[in-house]
């Protein structure tokens, strides 16, 4: 079987093909994905420009898809929410266009189950806690009970986004993550306030006195480096609350932040010393990406959890708690 999956939240028009055994729609198989960044020529994602160029590439990167699926598709899946309502609403016409003419079904995925389900996929655990470390959001899941529960969860900005701030402050261009990182190796450590609130988390007040830092004249490596050690430290401390709280011993990384190394070694130092499962999805599946939604998607398919076209409206605050996780069993955490 062939599904294919779109994605288009914020700044990735993708589309993938996942072919699948529908008797093992879980085994580990690996999806074509075909993307095109929007990359701002100033400042940040600008949801406008953002919508403009998902309108342009979409038709391209599907008919990529389309080649490569070399037969027949089975069903559409699309990212649903959360995400820009601009682009979103691009990626859901032209999902239920597509469905429409292959006369098939249609499934609405939700982007931040599909961050950690990929990471459940290709690690193979079976109920892991998931921290999603993404551009517009950060947050702890844990499967308990037919959801996907939010455990713990940012009180103001995503993290990615909190970094892109701070190097849009600096002049750097979009996106900031992995400047933050280049500049981190040549740093120092300086103090930032780190803002944990049991399994909440807050970056606004940090931020600000990353910037105050640099205008009073603090290199900007000692502030990246800094920037760095601080957050990582916060998610790494809520990541093994969770673990703890839960008693899982598996945990999974989602989201584009999740690229960064620094990140990844503290989270991994983390579960070696609790004897605890790491898995950090490579780069690729770590970012936006359609790969994740069309697994997902096959994973809903082979569940029956398609959605009528008059039902598939986008929803751009669509929270992971929201989803009736019908397509696995497994323990809760
Ligand atoms: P969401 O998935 O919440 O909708 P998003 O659409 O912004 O978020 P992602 O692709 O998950 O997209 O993440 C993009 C973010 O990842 C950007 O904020 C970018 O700066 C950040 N990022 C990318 N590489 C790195 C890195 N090496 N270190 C830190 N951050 C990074």
């Known amino acids: 079987m062939r599904i294919l999956g779109i994605e288009g939240t914020a700044w990735a028009a993708s589309a993938a093909v996942y072919r699948f055994d529908p008797a093992a729609p879980d085994a580990d198989a690996d999806p074509f994905i075909e993307t095109d960044a929007y990359q701002p020529e100033s400042g940040g994602i600008h949801p406008r420009e953002a919508a403009e160029h998902m309108g342009e590439a979409i038709p391209a990167v599907i008919e990529a898809a389309l080649d490569a699926a070399d037969g027949p598709i089975d069903a559409v899946a699309f990212s649903r929410g959360p995400g820009l309502g601009p682009c979103l609403r691009i990626v859901g016409t032209a999902a239920r266009a597509l469905a429409g003419t292959l006369d098939v079904p249609l499934i609405g995925v939700n982007h931040m189950v599909a961050h950690l389900e990929i990471g459940r996929h ?3 655990f079976d109920s892991p806690v998931c921290l999603n470390a993404s551009g517009a959001n950060a947050h702890l899941l844990g499967y308990h009970d037919g959801r996907y529960r939010v455990l713990g969860e940012t009180m103001d900005t995503g993290v990615g986004n909190a970094l892109d701030k701070f190097t849009r402050h600096v002049g750097w261009s979009h996106p900031g993550g992995p400047k933050v990182e280049a500049a981190a190796a040549d740093g120092e450590y300086v103090d930032l306030p780190y803002v944990v609130k049991g399994m909440d988390f807050s970056f606004s007040g940090l931020m600000s006195a990353a910037k105050d830092a640099y205008d009073e004249g603090t290199p900007v ?5 800094s920037l760095q050690e601080t957050i990582f430290a916060m998610l790494t401390e809520v990541a093994e609350r969770a673990l703890s709280l839960t008693g899982a011993d598996e945990l999974v990384l989602g989201g584009g932040v999740g690229q960064n190394a620094r990140l990844r070694e503290m989270l991994s130092t983390m579960c070696a010393d609790r004897d605890a499962e790491f898995y950090a999805p490579e780069p690729r599946f770590l970012r936006d990406n359609a790969g994740m939604i069309a697994v997902l998607g096959a994973k809903m398919y082979a569940a ?30």
């Open 304 to 333: 029956g959890a398609t959605v009528d076209i008059e039902d598939s409206a986008v929803d751009p605050n669509f929270r992971p708690d929201e989803v009736a996780v019908t397509w696995r069993d497994g323990e809760s955490v």
């Open 221 to 225: 490596e000692d502030v990246c480096f």
């Open 122 to 124: 290709g690690s193979g």
